[in-house]
T-cell receptor, first 114, second 117 residues
Framework: AQTVTQSQPEMSVQEAETVTLSCTYDTSESDYYLFWYKQPPSRQMILVIRQEAYKQQNATENRFSVNFQKAAKSFSLKISDSQLGDAAMYFCAYNGGATNKLIFGTGTLLAVQP | GAGVSQSPSNKVTEKGKDVELRCDPISGHTALYWYRQRLGQGLEFLIYFQGNSAPDKSGLPSDRFSAERTGESVSTLTIQRTQQEDSAVYLC???????????????FGPGTRLTVT
């Protein structure tokens, strides 16, 4: 069965600094998708970035980028120039297989210090 | 509406009562998902509907849980004889299944917070 592990329950970063959130996963599939979701206190899940496993190039969305290491099954999120609005719970998620269900990690709570 | 909506936003019920949670997906989205999020944890998949295909119920934790969807519209998640361990946020998501490689981005609703007393 596929699993997703986030080993950092909480992280803190100073405003304007860079922070990296870790995620590892386990799968026997060769083709799959990986995601980072942001969940602020409003509970609304917001897609931050996605990565297709067949693509070697790391995905980038403005201040958000990933370091995708397929052989190591690692998928970390880097947030550059952190802003107060980045404070939230961040979830790493995996999708692979026929049903398209997402498998989530337990989350990392990110605090941004002014 | 522009996004996925869920009702009620919050629900408090007594142990042993039945509850119904509603999800209105984005219009035109063929796929609909239900997830459960316990306090301080990630989301657990419950059930998945895709068009007129048989739903994937592999995530339902017990036979007290059931869900229905009529066509490509509203879905209801029903929990019978609620227990305290059912207390959680129940999130619904929909997708168009038209993304690259066949995976469409899942758009989430705001969730229903269920508290069983």
């Amino acid at each position: 069965a596929q699993t997703v592990t986030q080993s950092q329950p909480e992280m803190s970063v100073q405003e304007a600094e860079t922070v990296t959130l870790s995620c590892t996963y386990d799968t026997s599939e060769s083709d799959y998708y990986l995601f980072w979701y942001k969940q602020p206190p409003s509970r609304q899940m917001i897609l931050v970035i996605r990565q297709e496993a067949y693509k070697q190039q790391n995905a980038t969305e403005n201040r958000f980028s990933v370091n995708f290491q397929k052989a190591a099954k690692s998928f970390s999120l880097k947030i550059s120039d952190s802003q107060l609005g980045d404070a939230a719970m961040y979830f790493c998620a995996y999708n692979g297989g026929a049903t398209n269900k997402l498998i989530f990690g337990t989350g990392t709570l990110l605090a941004v210090q002014p | 509406g522009a996004g996925v909506s869920q009702s009620p936003s919050n629900k408090v019920t007594e142990k042993g009562k039945d509850v119904e949670l509603r999800c209105d997906p984005i219009s035109g989205h063929t796929a609909l998902y239900w997830y459960r999020q316990r306090l301080g944890q990630g989301l657990e998949f419950l059930i998945y509907f895709q068009g007129n295909s048989a739903p994937d119920k592999s995530g339902l934790p017990s036979d007290r849980f059931s869900a229905e969807r009529t066509g490509e519209s509203v879905s209801t998640l029903t929990i019978q004889r609620t227990q305290q361990e059912d207390s959680a946020v129940y999130l619904c998501a929909s997708s168009s299944q038209s993304g690259a490689g066949g995976f469409g981005e899942q758009y989430f609703g705001p969730g229903t917070r269920l508290t069983v007393t």
